[in-house]
């Protein structure tokens, strides 16, 4: 059985289990949820508490839940800007029990404006319940980036890495904010192995939302995707802890009696040195990642709170290699490459983040925001790694005695690569956020100060050697096959703004939003000035039907950084551009029932059209800009994804993505040419059970698939990218029982402060495939290049112990 075959097997397998198992021994309860004045509440949420099970309501505010049966829980209704409220029942099997209820407004909450409006005008935005980033089995240990790679539109084709690719987009078009801070990742790193923790703690976030394109003018200037953190603001202490086999975190979060000083702060550590273990480069691996935050609040009265939120991070990545065998090719066609090490790689990130927000809301009509940030990266990637290869053809007849060893020998030669590259930067910035809601407009406004200081110093360079000749090859000396010196330093500064309108349109059949904003953009390096108008209609039809639909789109301009700057020698130029795209998304929102259960289809469809591209090359994680060279293109595909409870009372979804994207590079006259994230078909499943009236005992999959991607020889032109990788199929599943719970009788005192405890057992990459996410390319004899796959992990088992207390 192939392992396509294997996938579609266990799939079913799980899901028939699961529809069979989830029909017994549960009850139902059913209702609508509606506010203080009447009106239908829409996305409540109702959830059995300490258990992974609940639904949210739909547009008429009704709901339907399953429940496990002959047992006492408590349903708990929540929403932002809402007290929660609590119930307890105790049902018979396959009783029908309606529960109706009424949600008070949380005059406390201090939020700002935005949120108090409906979230039906938050344009092309969707938001993410933040409980699935704790139970989604995951080999980086990244949380919220896990969970954002099994949406539409997205995908990601390493595992250890946090990173993801949006439409066509690459890793440094992607948006992140925490409490409105932009957040910057390191700039060196070259492979996931090496990348460590990503800045947002999962344990201390309060909300998630996300945008794969067509966002609103209010977030910042880039074309891919926006994902937009909030930490959260405790009530209550409160607090978790987890420790695995890749690592554990600690997090603790309470207000002060008076409730005018509130903090959340966590604590992480991760090393992946047991998934490193799994991998053809054998050695030393000694990875340590840890990282430190906390979010505080003072809050001085009802109408103005400060907000300190703090970060620092210190990854380390030290390695000894020693050996390394591959076996890659075809049947046809076998092959098998032995390297033999000396030398060491040692790499160092460290950042820091420092933030403090001013929140002043004389009204509940208006927000009034100011924010001061420092960021600052020091980053050194040091290696000397001196490599003796042998490529070999293998005996393919299976009749002989020696199948699969060395029949041939193709080629010999030795590799040695050099870096000593190091890179300090800061990022200073100032902002005003503000907001005013009337009764049919909300109105958002903000200006942004930034100053930027990088250092950026490279000494790097790679000697081969092929049966005894340098390559390039020379007669009268001996020739690098790359090198790179350079020492640039840039200190400039940006200005930013924006103006948005969300304007409710009443009409007979339904409701309107119309959103409007205009984004402008100022970089002294460029001397560019840049306007960036952008829309979004969301209509909600009063159908009987449940279907809403939007349209989204805009100019989406994205200036250089530093690293678009720079050509394949290292060499800054000072005429790049921004990077422009003409976007336009138009999608639809389908609720419907089956099963008597609530489900929620979404599609949407784009078109990108960019402008002044700086084409790029892409190797494991890192992004090889060529800055002396522009192209223009195009992206354009469909998205599809249905979201509901394919088992009783918990969310699964799966998500299918149709994308094509190409780039023409100018003047190099070989016309339209494949993108790097030119990943034609993408589909990513999350899908979660439980026993049938015990959920303690869960199941948690996430499953991956993603289309060939095309890649080329090093240091080759854009159009030589005409090499395929294999596809990339990943499925990991995870299985917990909670030991600890509400229902659990315990004498112990020190067990009594304890709310949850519960074990899982992951299997990471279940099936045990071979995915690769780079090439490795030596010489033969006669001159030929050969591309030996750099694999991903292979199949790891991962014992966790989770407690929140």
Known sequence: MNSRHLILFVLLCIFTSSRVLAQSNNATIYGVVTGEKGQAVELANISIKNYPIGTVTDRKGEYLLRVPAEKQVTIVFSLLGYLPQEKTIEANAEERIELNLQLQINSEEIGEVQVSRSRKGNGNISRIDPKFTNIMPDASSSGVEALIKTLPGVSSNNELSSQYSVRGGNFDENLVYVNDIEIYRPFLVRSGRQEGLSFINSDMVSSIEFSAGGFDAKYGDKM?????????????????????????????????????????????????????????????????????????????SDQFDLSFLGNVSQNNYNFIPQTRETSFGTFETAYNTKVYFEGQEKDKFQTLLGALSANYHPSNDLNLKFIASAFQTKEEVNYDILGDYYLNELERDL??????????????????????NKLEAHVYSFSHKGAYNTTDHLLNWGVKFQLEDINDRINEWEL??????????SDEEVTLARFVTTDNQMQNMRITGHVQDTYAIPINRGELYVTGGLRFHYWDFSNEFLLSPRFAFNYYPDWETNISFRIAGGSY???????????????????????????????????????????????????????????????????????DQESTGYATGMDFKVNGEFVSGVQSWASVSLLQTKEDVVGDGHGWIRRPTDQRVNVSLFFQDYFPGNPSYKMHMAAFYGARLPTGPPNSERYMDTFKMPPYRRLDIGF???????????????????????????VLNLLGINNTVSYFWVSSNTGDMYAVPNYLTNRKLNLKLSIKF
Do not use: C
């Open 464 to 473: 081969r050697d092929s049966t005894g000749y340098s390559v390039p090859y």
């Open 557 to 627: 301009q994205q200036p250089a950084f530093f690293k678009e700057l720079k050509d394949r020698d290292g060499n800054i130029n000072s005429d790049v551009k921004a990077q422009k795209s003409t976007q336009f998304v138009l999608g639809s929102d389908y609720l419907f029932r089956a099963w008597d259960r609530p489900f929620k289809l979404t599609s949407e469809v784009f078109y990108k059209n960019f402008s002044h591209l700086v084409p790029y090359q892409v190797e494991n994680v890192q992004i090889r800009y060529l800055g």
């Open 224 to 300: 891919a995707s926006v994902l937009d953190i909030k930490y959260r603001k405790p009530t209550e202490f409160n607090g978790s802890v987890a420790i695995s086999m890749l690592g554990g975190n600690l997090h603790v979060e309470d207000i002060s009696k008076n409730k005018k000083l509130s903090y959340t702060g966590g604590v992480r550590y991760k090393t992946n040195r047991y998934l490193l273990g799994s991998l053809d480069e054998k050695g030393e691996y000694n990875p340590n990642f840890v990282d430190l935050q906390t979010y505080v609040t003072y809050r001085f």
């Open 399 to 420: 009749a002989s005695a020696s199948v699969g060893d060395s029949i041939l020998n193709l080629g010999i030669g030795t590799f040695l690569n050099h870096a000593r």
């Open 736 to 762: 917990s029982k909670i030991l600890i719970g509400p229902e659990t009788q315990h004498g112990s005192k020190l067990l009594s402060k304890v709310k949850n405890m519960w074990v899982s057992l992951e």
